[in-house]
């Protein structure tokens, strides 16, 4: 038959036979020729709402014009976004070495004093570890000096030994089950909340080699 369908160009663009644009074709505007008026061909418009004489599967050249990918792209080096994970990882450890600490002093198998020994014991180790590794580059960065340091840790030790008995009073009459919901609520509320200070990382370069992780859009 004469009919004439849709044509699919090289560019993979659809484009309306030929009786569809005739079909459109107005009528001689006042005061242009007829051959003037069948010139005229019907604009695309990436719109929905308006009925146009296209068929639904066309595309115009047009369509792909205000595409833009990878625009907000950023990139980060690969022992950066490790260095910077090691916040998180810092404080599940704190607080399962918190629970795991406490589950020991609960089954008798750790008492409080021999606790609060090896933990001086092993903050002073470590705070002299990391002077001697920094070099006082830290220290002369806050402005604060040992004098401070170790006012804080007397101020520190004296009130947790001052308080003790007041806080083992004032807990007496307090069941066991409501402790154990307000530790559970106040740890996740540490690891909620703590201040982690960390850059978010999505694009990774690598030791190996630089590998790009781009969205699409």
């Given at each position: 038959?004469?009919?004439?369908?849709?044509?699919?160009?090289?560019?993979?663009?659809?484009?309306?036979?030929?009786?569809?644009?005739?079909?459109?074709?107005?009528?001689?505007?006042?005061?242009?020729?007829?051959?003037?008026?069948?010139?005229?061909?019907?604009?695309?418009?990436?719109?929905?709402?308006?009925?146009?004489?296209?068929?639904?599967?066309?595309?115009?050249?047009?369509?792909?014009?205000?595409?833009?990918?990878?625009?907000?792209?950023?990139?980060?080096?690969?022992?950066?976004?490790?260095?910077?994970?090691?916040?998180?990882?810092?404080?599940?450890?704190?607080?399962?070495?918190?629970?795991?600490?406490?589950?020991?002093?609960?089954?008798?198998?750790?008492?409080?004093?021999?606790?609060?020994?090896?933990?001086?014991?092993?903050?002073?180790?470590?705070?002299?570890?990391?002077?001697?590794?920094?070099?006082?580059?830290g220290r002369n960065h806050s402005g604060r000096t040992r004098w401070a340091d170790l006012k804080s840790t007397v101020v520190f030790v004296a009130?947790?030994?001052?308080?003790?008995?007041?806080?083992?009073?004032?807990?007496?009459?307090?069941?066991?089950?409501?402790?154990?919901?307000?530790?559970?609520?106040?740890?996740?509320?540490?690891?909620?909340?703590?201040?982690?200070?960390?850059?978010?990382?999505?694009?990774?370069?690598?030791?190996?080699?630089?590998?790009?992780?781009?969205?699409?859009?």
């Amino acid at each position: 038959s004469g009919e004439q369908f849709p044509v699919i160009g090289s560019s993979g663009l659809t484009r309306p036979p030929g009786w569809m644009r005739a079909a459109v074709e107005p009528p001689a505007a006042p005061g242009l020729g007829a051959s003037e008026s069948r010139c005229w061909h019907p604009r695309w418009k990436k719109v929905l709402y308006e009925r146009q004489p296209f068929p639904d599967n066309f595309v115009d050249g047009s369509f792909l014009e205000e595409l833009r990918k990878n625009i907000y792209v950023r990139q980060y080096q690969f022992w950066t976004v490790v260095r910077e994970s090691t916040v998180v990882a810092q404080q599940l450890s704190s607080v399962c070495v918190f629970v795991i600490l406490w589950w020991y002093m609960d089954q008798d198998r750790l008492s409080p004093h021999r606790l609060f020994t090896y933990g001086l014991i092993t903050s002073l180790f470590g705070y002299l570890m990391f002077d001697a590794i920094d070099s006082g580059e830290g220290r002369n960065h806050s402005g604060r000096t040992r004098w401070a340091d170790l006012k804080s840790t007397v101020v520190f030790v004296a009130f947790t030994y001052g308080f003790s008995p007041v806080l083992k009073t004032l807990t007496e009459s307090i069941s066991t089950d409501t402790i154990y919901a307000m530790s559970v609520f106040m740890l996740l509320g540490h690891l909620i909340f703590f201040d982690y200070g960390a850059t978010a990382a999505i694009n990774i370069h690598g030791p190996w080699e630089e590998a790009e992780i781009k969205d699409d859009l």
